[in-house]
């Protein structure tokens, strides 16, 4: 039985872990897929405070090895659903039935498709969703971003150092992103606009040899390579949709707090209701879910009443620092734990990310696979190679 069992191994996710394992109490992080989650497709982070400049895999690597410090334990699996067994929660995964006392999910997002019917059989062929993971296939060649928002520019951003052309294509009348990055994006000559427009077809049987474009009816061909999609996310919260209700947008309906109307469960991070999602937003979540984790557990502890969500505030997290001893020994079991993990991976040393090609940062990013399935040759904080 973990007192904490975390969903999703994101900035929400591990700060959870980390803050939860200072009060002491012994936490479990399942992840489907990368460690890190989203921030690892960044490759430079220059707006979280304290660190001027940084890669998003960089700043996994630290989060993860911090997290591992203190205790935390980490598996690769998928959740699949969570379930109320009495007082505690039944965590299922592809594999394997957990158990804990109290559970925070913070699962995140991904990237939103276009939904055109070849779709998904020119990913890898044409069609991405990450400029950062698959922007270097695209050198010296014509590529379009899809999107108009903060992340289409700022992938058209990185897309303009290497690429011969990219042309932003966007729904709306206006770009609805930074005019800090689209003053960047006026300045370049390889880079062109297009407004009020969608893409309605996807050309080419193997592999991506152009677009349809539909500006008001009016049909036009675009000859690229390879298309960039960048037009919003999707929360991963649809397997816990019985345990906590979701919003119209398939978000947790939370606020700040991180409490859930189910005794015992807390969101943090991307995958609840906000205005901001961003590192410093998600990492403040993890905190605020942790620590109401923490006084739900104590309270429970305390038999008064753990059914409901405590609001005796810092009481169990200010006696857990006076129980120190025991985060010593948490730590050794989570070293032996940790390098077990590390059995159960598989590495496909030195190749970086989809192709194996060097990361944009300079150094290697090892192709890591979870026993579970998660085998979708995505690139994974190299942190995970040194802990092997
Ligand atoms: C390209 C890009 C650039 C960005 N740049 C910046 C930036 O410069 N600065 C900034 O502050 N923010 C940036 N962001 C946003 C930032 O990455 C996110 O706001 C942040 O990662 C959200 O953290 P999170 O932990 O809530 O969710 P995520 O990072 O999405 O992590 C959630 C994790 O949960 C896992 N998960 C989901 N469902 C399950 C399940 N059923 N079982 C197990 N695991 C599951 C996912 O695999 C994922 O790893 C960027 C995002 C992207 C995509």
Not at 114 to 130: F, I, M, R
Not at 227 to 252: K, T, W
Not at 263 to 272: E, I, N, S
Not at 357 to 367: A, I, L, M, S
């Amino acid at each position: 039985m973990t007192d904490i069992l975390v969903v999703g191994a994101g900035p929400a996710g591990l700060t959870a872990a980390l803050y939860a394992c200072r009060a002491v109490k012994s936490v479990l992080v399942l992840e489907k897929e990368t460690f890190g989650g989203q921030i690892t497709h960044s490759p430079k982070v220059e707006n979280y405070p304290g660190i001027a400049q940084m890669s998003g895999t960089q700043f996994a690597d630290w989060l993860l090895e911090q997290t591992l410090a203190q205790g935390a334990e980490v598996e690769m699996e998928t959740v699949t659903a969570v379930r109320r067994e009495g007082e505690n929660f039944a965590v299922e995964t592809e594999g394997e039935t957990y158990t804990a006392k109290a559970v925070i999910l913070a699962t995140g997002s991904h990237h939103r498709q276009l939904g055109l019917p070849n779709e998904n059989d020119l990913v890898g062929e044409g069609v991405s969703y990450c400029a950062v993971c698959d922007g270097a296939f695209y050198q010296g060649k014509r590529v379009a971003v899809i999107g108009g928002g903060n992340t289409a520019l700022q992938e058209a951003v990185l897309l303009s150092e290497t690429c011969a052309h990219v042309t932003l294509v966007q729904n709306l009348p206006v770009f609805t992103g930074e005019e800090k990055l689209l003053e960047i994006l006026r300045g370049r000559d390889n880079v062109s606009f297009i407004t009020n427009t969608v893409v309605s077809e996807l050309l080419g049987a193997q592999a991506l040899e152009g677009i349809v474009l539909d500006t008001d009816g009016k049909k036009s061909t675009l000859t690229v390579d390879g298309i960039f999609v960048a037009i919003g996310q999707v929360p991963e919260n649809e397997p816990f949709r019985d345990l906590v209700p979701l919003n119209e947008y398939g978000y947790f309906n939370v606020d700040e707090r991180c409490v859930t109307g189910e005794a015992g469960v807390f969101v943090a991070g991307d995958c609840r209701q906000k205005t901001v999602r961003q590192i410093t937003t998600a990492t403040a979540d993890g905190a605020s879910a942790a620590i109401a984790a923490c006084r739900y557990i104590d309270a429970l502890h305390r038999g008064d009443g753990g059914g409901r969500q405590s609001r005796r505030a810092d009481r169990g997290v200010r006696s857990a620092f006076h129980r120190r001893g025991r985060a010593g020994a948490l730590a050794r079991r989570a070293c032996g734990r940790m390098r077990r993990a590390a059995g159960r991976l598989r590495v496909s040393g030195g190749a970086s990310g989809r192709s194996g090609e060097r990361g944009r940062q300079g150094y290697d990013v090892p192709r890591v696979r979870g026993a579970a399935g998660a085998g979708d040759g995505r690139a994974r904080p190299h942190f995970l190679h040194r802990i092997v």
